[in-house]
T-cell receptor
């Protein structure tokens, strides 16, 4: 009964390809996030959705497009992959965003390698 | 501007000893939350402990406690009775009142527990 799951866990692909990463949470949370962890382990937020509505869109290339079909799912589609997109992508979820108390629970991560 | 600073890239501790991992933060928001996460070599992000800016007492969760010094803007993680399984990367993060749920992470401290 995994709380936040991501697929695939590993993704190896060629430059220029388009790929998607899927995320699902069964915690009943209404807010979901995508974070990117670079090769130096630095984690930075990319997007956040609250009840299927985009609320955070950091300075991310528009090749990255999140989609939330319902509040339990947040997928990340990446077009025209570049070498610099190689990283670990984490999905996370929390109950709400209006206070600072909500803990974000992370998925296992998707390790993307662009060749 | 750096919002979370973890000055110790690496720490070593002997099994059964206590260890303190440093974290200082920068915010002018009166309301904020501080979080610690553990990332073992397997890669997942595991939530450890939370401290709210208005909390009067230091947070504790089992062997983890947070030494919260608000005036000094520090939120150090104390791990008591270290175990070999505590070897991991530890991240401090802040969620500020004005930032719609974003977590800002420090660069992490790699903890190694030796027998």
């Amino acid at each position: 009964d995994t709380a936040v799951s991501q697929t695939p866990k590993y993704l190896v692909t060629q430059m220029g390809n388009d790929k998607s990463i899927k995320c699902e949470q069964n915690l009943g949370h209404d807010t979901m996030y995508w974070y990117k962890q670079d090769s130096k382990k630095f984690l930075k937020i990319m997007f956040s959705y609250n009840n299927k509505e985009l609320i955070i869109n950091e300075t991310v290339p528009n090749r990255f497009s999140p989609k939330s079909p319902d509040k339990a799912h947040l997928n990340l589609h990446i077009n025209s992959l570049e070498l610099g997109d190689s990283a670990v992508y984490f999905c996370a979820s929390s109950q709400e965003t209006q206070t600072n108390q909500e803990t974000q629970y992370f998925g296992p991560g998707t390790r993307l390698l662009v060749l | 501007a750096q919002k979370i600073t973890q000055t110790q890239p690496g720490m070593f501790v002997q099994e059964k000893e206590a260890v303190t991992l440093d974290c200082t933060y920068d915010t002018s928001d009166p309301s904020y939350g501080l979080f610690w996460y553990k990332q073992p070599s397997s890669g997942e992000m595991i939530f450890l402990i939370y401290q709210g800016s208005y909390d009067q007492q230091n947070a504790t969760e089992g062997r983890y406690s947070l030494n919260f010094q608000k005036a000094r803007k520090s939120a150090n993680l104390v791990i008591s009775a270290s175990q070999l399984g505590d070897s991991a990367m530890y991240f401090c993060a802040i969620r500020r009142g004005s930032t719609l749920g974003r977590l800002y992470f420090g660069r992490g401290t790699q903890l190694t527990v030796w027998p």
